[in-house]
């Protein structure tokens, strides 16, 4: 059983991809049908809100790599929308977080 939900729903500047539960290797290939079939009608801008997103592996993570770089390629970009901390963390350990915009970064405590 899968235990990653998504959704497309039509955003302002392009298709919107809801994402909750968990993204690993037992269902990336779920995530990169879903990903790769709103980048087939050259979509320019990609926005997925992985707010519930509990968890995301390396597998997941290349999947919205790949479609960054082929949205930069059209002169678009993928947007993340509202990352767990975690997630940022391994978006910023992987250096991927530079490859697409991140919006709704959580709030870091202030250091002791």
Do not use: W
Request: proline residues 4%; without cysteine.
């Amino acid at each position: 059983m899968s235990t990653l939900r998504a959704s497309v729903a039509a955003a302002e500047s392009g298709p919107l991809i809801l994402l909750a539960g968990e993204a690993d290797i037992t269902n990336v290939a779920e995530l990169s049908d879903l990903v790769n079939g709103q980048l087939v009608t050259q979509t320019r801008y990609l926005t997925v809100d992985v707010s519930g997103l509990a968890f995301a592996d390396t597998a997941s993570i290349r999947v919205l790599l790949l479609a960054a770089g082929t949205l930069r390629k059209r002169g678009g970009d993928l947007v993340l929308l509202r990352p767990q901390r975690a997630l940022l963390r391994m978006l910023d350990i992987l250096g991927a977080s530079a490859l697409m915009t991140v919006h709704g970064r959580p709030e870091t405590a202030p250091e002791p």
